[in-house]
């Protein structure tokens, strides 16, 4: 290691530092904190923020970097440093005063989102969201883009995505699933959704729960499951990966795939190569291939029909006498519903990736200055009834039901569809490597999936493009063909279509 | 508000995240953090800490603070500038390469004292006990004294205090106390503490522990009571102060009163004013002041006869059927209990301050040069037998028996006895104040003490030193007197003394 490069590390471990402290703070807040500890919290993630920005837009760091780039190290510090680099240099492009008056509009927009939807107002919310449209527009063209100002955006969360394939990929998937709905809707069979609802304590589900986490791989010895109101996993640190549930006494299944989808980001955070923490070796590659990795434990296996010959059993062992008689093909049919609903958090698999494609097309069509924001709400409420047949019943279940552009967050909705995308692609591939993985699900044993899992995504870090690592991952350029097969055949199964 | 003293605030207030991030790091790891999350957790908090180092010390700051000192600020500003000069002037003090050795040799005299403890070897710790009073001795050089070395160690956790002036108090305790132990030796009468052993579920005592904090006056919507090995008190940030304590279901006087023990520390950070946050006016003034309101909710109202007219009824109702037919009498005698033990955590009030005289007047010698650490194991034992008639069984329950050596705290230990002679004092002058407060106590109305503590002590934070901050408070200057009086009037009427 020369010492340039030991230079290099030593600056990125106290970034690291300050990030595993600000990691603290942000679970803590969600999960314990008492409720007069928010005007301090808030004032220290601040501070804290703005030592971490310091050091990462340091022109040193800067210095640094570009006199590695390209001297002869190793792949592994070759990587590292590319991709610092490309860290460093986006984040110098945003000038201070736009990431200043991003900070403030957010935060006020923040405020002014939730009363606007406590109170069905959209008019409260609608001008900061039009600041923040027209800052996020700056802040595209500071960063600098080939095709068009989304673009940029998107790259924070996809790096190296681009709207127009992103485009391109989700209209196929629109003509798919559209009719798909369409039909599952006029499917009038009842679904034994009852099996799941009303009655099942909490106790259960959390041991139900950490019963499951510990047979997929989760490790609870480095890391931990603790409550909030909305579900989330991070890294702490190496050695530290926290998932968070949700339980309802009325509804098994909330809680039970809200686990299963944090674990199945909790073992990617844990399958990363902790000797390149704080590195961007160390670093999951995008949140769409972390998308990818809740989605598949969720959906491809935890929604299977072989999981659910795993599951019976421990069903039984925490609910007794709940699910005597049950058969395994009727959990199947319980949690594989199609059921179109105005609010994207209760989407199911199928209508789930059409709340995105909306969300992605008023976005981008914002950025480009073809739509107003005041224009959001009607196209909002027409574009859902041409794709999922609902109508939301007022603004605060339709255009004004996410946080998301409260915070400024333009160009992440798509990294959700890309991970439902992935997922389905590597399952794909996964099934190919190991024949009997249906009959392993079955029988509770996840360690040949996970070990595959580490193998092909976790352990690379940051070391190739998302697109890239997927490629490599299943041999297959990535497209929507596996997603639109895999639903066909699971729900042409379930459903009269 | 000057532009210079916004500065001084502005750097202050970056520390203060620092700090209050290092704080939710320590509480995590006593209390939640996964165990493997540890190597990730030092590398953490050793990297804040430097962070913090760095600002504490550095040379822009102490030009600011010079320039600030003695301008025509308001008094509280004043006082700000005052305190932190002296914390500057402390820490610049001390050569850099002397606090990396100690902190290099503290974390493997920890290592080793734990081994040395398990295996009750004491040459194990010894040699590196040796390096420490070495590295201490240098270090009290660095800082600088007037009379001798250890004065300069006290003078971190007690700012003003004097090794002579206390072990002059200290000496009239010794001689008022051994004789006292020894006649309560003497007292064959059964003391009944059965009546709190055995059979006491955890939930019970959960639920009566945060019955009597919400009496007690600890904000739990600003605060938390927590599980933790040993119990202890933390502030995260004004609004967040939170407690551990410990259940052990044979044994209800345990978390009882650590509960209430920290609940004393936590009121007093509860009640420094919270627009000085990060500022000394902000701060604790002292770990013997600190110790003073724990010792004083928790001994002087915990143990009182006319706390156990409040906590039977309590009783009755987080353990039904327990105390049917218990008198408070019985519960007085039960939870003052003086049995002479070999282990300082164990000590009832009586004993508890004659194992912190032992260790000053060690330590003072270690410092002085008088004793050499090879004789500490004997002559602990010695003393130990003279003034408690106990003698410990290996250096395991003896000198082996503390951690605080073995992180480099000397001149620590004082404030423990500190704290017990601080609440007497400052019972005592509460009592003249609030001629009503053993009836208060007993109908469980503990606000007006509270009130009275925060006006006297908690408000004030380090407006004044602490001996002056006690003698504002109660009028008197502080002593012995108040705590020997105390202590003869309880346990004279309680054993045959």
């Known amino acids: 290691m020369t010492e340039a490069y030991a230079r290099y590390r030593e600056r990125m471990s106290e970034i690291q530092a300050l990030n595993s ?17 928010l005007a301090s919290r808030s004032t220290t993630r601040a501070a804290l923020a703005g030592l971490v920005h ?34 460093y240099r986006r984040a110098v492009r945003v000038p201070r005063d736009l990431v200043t008056e991003l900070a403030e509009t957010t935060t006020l927009a923040q405020q002014a989102w939730a009363e606007a939807r406590t109170r069905n107002e959209w008019p409260l919310f609608a001008p900061l ?47 798919a699933l559209v009719p798909l709905v369409e039909a599952a809707r006029r499917d009038p069979a009842d679904r034994g959704e009852d099996l799941l609802r009303g009655g099942l304590p909490v106790a259960g589900q959390d041991a139900l729960g950490r019963h499951i986490l510990k047979d997929l791989g989760f490790d609870l010895e480095g890391g931990r499951l603790d409550l909030s109101a909305h579900p989330f996993s991070t890294q702490i640190a190496p050695g530290d990966v926290r998932l ?21 980001h909790g073992m990617y955070e844990q399958g990363l190569p902790a000797d390149q923490v704080g590195l961007p070796l160390g670093e999951a590659v995008s949140l769409g291939v972390h998308e990818s990795q809740s989605r598949l434990w969720e959906n491809q296996i935890g929604r299977s029909r072989a999981f659910m010959s795993y599951l019976l059993p421990l069903l039984r062992r925490h609910f007794p006498g709940r699910f005597d008689g049950v058969a395994p093909e009727q959990l199947d049919r319980a949690v594989n519903v199609v059921r179109p609903s ?22 981008r069509a914002l950025l480009r ?13 027409e574009r859902m009834r041409a794709d999922l047949g609902v109508v939301p019943a007022d603004d605060a279940e339709g255009v004004l039901q996410d946080i998301h552009w409260s915070f400024g967050l333009f160009g992440y909705f798509p990294t959700y569809a890309l991970g439902n995308l992935y997922a389905a692609e590597l399952h794909l591939a996964a099934k190919r490597d190991l024949p009997g993985l249906d009959d392993e699900v079955a029988r509770g044993d996840f360690l040949p ?30 497209g929507a063909g596996p997603y639109l097969d895999y639903l066909r055949a699971k729900f042409g199964a379930l459903y009269a279509v």
Do not use: C
Not at 134 to 162: N, Q, S
Not at 369 to 381: K, M, R, Y
């Open 21 to 37: 402290a600000l990691s603290l703070l942000s679970w803590d807040q969600e999960t314990l904190m008492p409720p007069r500890g």
């Open 54 to 87: 310091d050091r990462a837009t340091d022109p040193a760091l800067g210095a640094l970097l570009e006199g590695l780039a390209g001297t002869g190290q190793d792949a592994a510090a070759a990587a590292n440093v590319r991709e610092s680099l490309r860290d």
């Open 129 to 175: 969201l039009g600041r923040i449209v027209g800052l996020k527009r700056r802040e595209a063209e500071a960063l600098g883009y080939r095709d068009e100002p989304y673009d940029a955006l998107l790259d924070e969360y996809e790096p190296g995505a681009r709207a127009a394939d992103l485009a391109r990929i989700f209209a196929e998937v629109r003509t």
């Open 244 to 264: 968070t549930t949700h339980y309802d006494a009325d509804d098994l299944q909330k809680s039970l795939y809200s686990t299963i989808h944090e674990a199945g």
């Open 342 to 363: 105005a609010i994207r958090i209760e989407a199911d698999e199928v209508t789930y990736t059409l709340h995105i494609v909306l969300r992605m097309e008023l976005e």
């Open 369 to 381: 200055g073809e739509i107003d924001v005041a224009d959001l709400p009607s196209l909002w409420n």
């Open 449 to 478: 999936l996970l070990t595959w899992l580490r193998e092909r995504i976790h352990r690379h870090g940051r070391e190739l493009a998302p697109r890239e690592l997927v490629h490599a991952a299943t041999g297959r350029e990535p």
